[in-house]
Structures are given as C-alpha cells and as structure tokens.
C-alpha cells in the first residue's frame, strides 16, 4: 500500500527545530544557582548541553521499539546524573505490549542488572518524584541459564508466550524503556557482557510524524535532563549534611537500584582542604564504590582524574576500613579522590545488595594535615607513581565496551 504523502509545510522545519532550541542553554544557566557564572562556566554549560542534545537523538529520536537497539546513555560524554565510572548504561525502547528477545554473552564483568522505566525523561525532579512510572525493580543477568560459553536468552513480554519454558521475564505495563547497567572493577581485565535486542512479534517502526514530533521534544529532553540533576544536587544540598555522608532519602525512588545503599553528601572546601571519609564495610556485600561528582551531578573526568575507587581499586587498612581523601591538592595517598578545581559537588557512595548498612565519619582538615587522620601504615604515592597509575586508569577506562 502506497504512503499518503506528507502535505508540505505541515511537519517543522530545520529552522523551526533550530529555534526551540536557542534558548535551552541559557535557561540551565538561569537554573543552575551560580553567582556571577563566568564566560567559562558557561561555554561548560553549553558543552553539557550539547551533549545531551547529542544523547538526545541517540536515546529519544532514533529509538525504535520496533526494532530495538542497545544504544549508549550515561559515559564520560554523556556526562549526566552522576555516571558510576563502573559502570556502562545503555537503553533501549520498548513497546510494553511488545514480546522481546534480549541475548548474549555475559563475560566475567560483577553483574549486568536491567531495569525497567516509564518516566519520558522529559521532566523535573519533582514531575518525576511524582510519577507512578518509576519502574518495577530490575532483572539480574545472573537469575538466567548460560550454556558453556556463556550465551544466554531470555523472552520479556507482558505474558509468558504460550509453550515457551526457556527464560523469561515479565514486561511490566507502563514500562517503556530498559536501563542496562554493567558493573565491572577490574576494569582492564573483566570481560563486558556482549547484548542483543530484538522484537520477535512484527509491527510498524515510527512513522515520520512520530520521529519529528520527537525532534521537537529534544529542547525539553535537554533542559529536563539536566534541570533535574541540578534539582537532585540542591535537594541533597538542603537535606544531606555538608561536608558529610548518610544514606539516601531519595535517589532509589527516581531510578537507583532497589537493591543498593546509596550515600549521598556534599562536599564543599576550600583548595587547600580535605575531607577524611572513614567507614566500616558491610559484613558482606557484592559490590562497593564511591565518586566525586559536580553541582550538576556530572561526575569528575574518571578517565583522566581519580575521582572514583571500588573494591578492587582501592586499599583498605590492616583494620579492614575505608579510608578515603577527597581534595583538589593531591595529598600522596593510595586512596586519593580528586574533586579537581570545583568547590562544591557530590560525593556519592553505594553499597550493592549488603547485609547491613555502616554510617561513614567524614573529617575536614588542611591537606598538609591528612596523615594525622590516616594510619600510620597508609603508604605515601609519588607524583611519579601517580602519573603511572593515571595512565594505567585512563588505558583501563578505554577498555570497557560503550556500544
């Protein structure tokens, strides 16, 4: 059957889609709540806001749950919502009245956990606190049967296909994209998960009308994205100690893993400061990690700086506790988490599917005053061998598979 053909002048134009846009960078600006920005801060806002624009059209225009795609979300690029550097998001769009094949290799990497999400990711903070969409939990890639390479495939649909007994897990109404994270920490060695998507029951992809109505969804898809990290970070600013850590109120209800501790605080010092964070670990726990991140929530550039340590890169005293050094002066310790020039941001810490929660002790003191607060055993690091060990980082970083 021939396509009715599109009237013309009925669908925006370049130019009309070009305008909508023009003003988004300045509203962040306007949004962010820095006195007095200055021309830096704001080409570093309209960086951030082109990258979005960028991930935009990757996770919103081009999506297809007709024939859906692992495409790249959160990475060093995409720098929004506090990116985990152990982890690599990837989304794809789903229709929940769709049946779905998802396949693959796990690789040796921790866990691969896919969740499910209704919110448009066009809104607030508080839209999104608001919505019923938040999604039903997530699947773990380690309940699935592998065969003897490690392939595994799994149906997800509404109902269990009728005669099907292989994997299968329940695609839940509302739900209409899937989050895929896959945490690795060892990151030069662990082998990444390998995936595939498709749609196994037939129907139409978008239409031209849908994609361009999407198109013009991209100056809300930008300034909603970024608006709500910035509302994340005032939230925790107003309701999490400065200078401090405690346990979230909130992030596991806008898309935090339901079965991990998060710790969330601000930091905010001065250059020649630091912040001491001592803590117990869980008795057990499969995963743990902590991070640095801006008041914009985009995390500190993990390629190149040490603004992240888990449980593989980090060392724990002979007491079996954390301790960790946050500051912009690097202060010749193992566990160094380099804020780089911000004076304020986030510091973020998830314990992942623990036993028991421990409440860390944060202490703020001059750089050239950390020792007094460490173990006389923590081993000094050289600018040399911190040379060393940032190259060995940013080389590790590059291994992990973004798409």
């Known amino acids: 059957m021939t396509k009715a053909a599109i009237p013309a002048g009925s669908l925006p134009s370049w130019a009309d889609q070009m305008k909508a846009l023009m003003p988004v960078a300045d509203n962040l600006i306007a949004k962010w709540r820095r006195p007095n920005v200055t021309e830096a801060e704001r080409q570093d806002m309209y960086n951030l806001a082109l990258a979005i624009l960028s991930e935009g059209y990757l996770c919103y225009v081009y999506a297809n749950a007709a024939r859906p795609e692992w495409v790249p979300l959160w990475n060093l690029a995409y720098n929004q919502g506090g990116p985990n550097p152990d982890y690599v998001y990837s989304r794809a769009v789903v229709d929940d009245a769709g049946i779905y094949r998802i396949s693959g290799y796990r690789g040796t990497i921790r866990f691969v956990d896919i969740g499910q999400n209704g919110q448009t990711m066009l809104t607030s903070l508080q839209a999104s606190r608001d919505s019923t969409k938040a999604g039903p939990g997530k699947n773990d890639l380690d309940e699935l049967t592998f065969d003897k390479d490690g392939y595994f495939s799994v149906i997800l649909s509404a109902e269990r296909p009728a005669g099907y007994t292989g994997d299968w897990w329940k695609l839940h109404p509302g739900m209409h994209w899937l989050l895929m994270r ?222």
């Not at 869980?282 to 991070?291: A, K, N, S, T, V």
């Not at 550039?301 to 005293?317: C, F, G, I, K, M």
């Not at 010749?332 to 998830?350: E, F």
Request: aromatic fraction near 10%; proline fraction near 5%.
């Open 182 to 403: 896959r945490c690795a920490c060892d990151w030069k060695n662990e082998i990444d998960a390998r995936m595939a998507i498709e749609r196994l029951d037939e129907v139409a992809p978008p239409t031209i009308e849908e994609i361009s109505r999407r198109f013009s969804e991209l100056p809300a898809w930008v300034e909603g994205m970024i608006t709500f990290d910035m509302e994340l970070v005032q939230y925790y600013r107003e309701h999490h100690p400065t200078n401090g850590l405690e346990r979230s109120k909130v992030i596991s209800t806008i898309g935090g893993l339901t079965n991990q501790f998060y710790y969330d605080g601000i930091y905010e010092i001065d250059d020649d400061e630091a912040l001491v964070v001592e803590t117990d670990l869980p008795r057990e726990c499969r995963y743990w990690q902590m991070l640095v991140a801006d008041d914009r929530f985009c995390t500190v550039d993990w390629y190149n700086r040490q603004s992240s340590l888990n449980d593989v890169q980090a060392r724990l005293d002979s007491d079996g506790k954390l301790r960790v050094v946050i500051s912009n002066r690097d202060p010749g310790v193992p566990n160094w988490l380099d804020k780089a020039d911000h004076r304020w941001g986030m510091i973020q810490m998830r314990f992942n599917e623990a036993t028991d929660d421990p409440q860390p002790v944060v202490t703020r003191c001059k750089v050239t005053d950390v020792r007094r607060h460490l173990p006389a055993e923590t081993p000094v690091v050289t600018p040399e061998e911190r040379k060393q060990a940032l190259r060995d980082r940013r080389e590790a970083a590059q291994f992990r598979r973004l798409w």
